[in-house]
C-alpha cells in the first residue's frame, strides 16, 4: 500500500514558476513507476508525465515538454515536478500517481492517487 501527499502548488503569474512534491509512504515505492497528471475543471484528467523507478525512463506530454521537469528522490520517498513557464492553460489540480498497469497515459491505469494540489496561473 502506497500513500501520497502532493504540495507546492499555488498562484503564479504566467512565466513563473512552481515546484510541485509529493511525500510517499511504504516501502515498495522506489520500485514503483510515478506520474503526475492534472485536471482542470469540468475536463478529464490529462497525463502531464511519468518516470520509471530508476528514472531511466521519462516522458511528457506535448503540452509541457520542455518546460515541465519530473523527478523522484528514492531515498526520501519524494516526487517532483518542476513547472517553469507555466501559462494560463495550465491552471488545474495535479495529482501524483503511483504503480501502474496497462497505459500509463491513462489515469485508470493508475493504483494509488494523492489529494491532488491546486495550481492557478494568472494572465
Known amino acids: 500500500q502506497v500513500q501520497l501527499v502532493e504540495s507546492g502548488g499555488g498562484l503564479v503569474q504566467a512565466g513563473g514558476s512552481l515546484r510541485l512534491s509529493c511525500a510517499a509512504s511504504g516501502r515498495a515505492f522506489s520500485s514503483y513507476p510515478v506520474a503526475w497528471f492534472r485536471q482542470a475543471p469540468g475536463k478529464d484528467r490529462d497525463f502531464v508525465a511519468t518516470m520509471t523507478p530508476s528514472g531511466g525512463n521519462i516522458y511528457y506530454a506535448d503540452s509541457v515538454k520542455g518546460r515541465f521537469t519530473i523527478s523522484r528522490d528514492n531515498a526520501e520517498n519524494m516526487v517532483y515536478l518542476q513547472m517553469n513557464n507555466l501559462k494560463p492553460e495550465d491552471t488545474a489540480v495535479y495529482y501524483c500517481?503511483?504503480?501502474?498497469?496497462?497505459?500509463?497515459?491513462?489515469?485508470?491505469?493508475?493504483?494509488?492517487w494523492g489529494q491532488g494540489t491546486q495550481v492557478t496561473v494568472s494572465s
Open positions: 500517481a503511483a504503480e501502474v498497469d496497462g497505459n500509463w497515459k491513462e489515469p485508470r491505469s493508475w493504483d494509488y
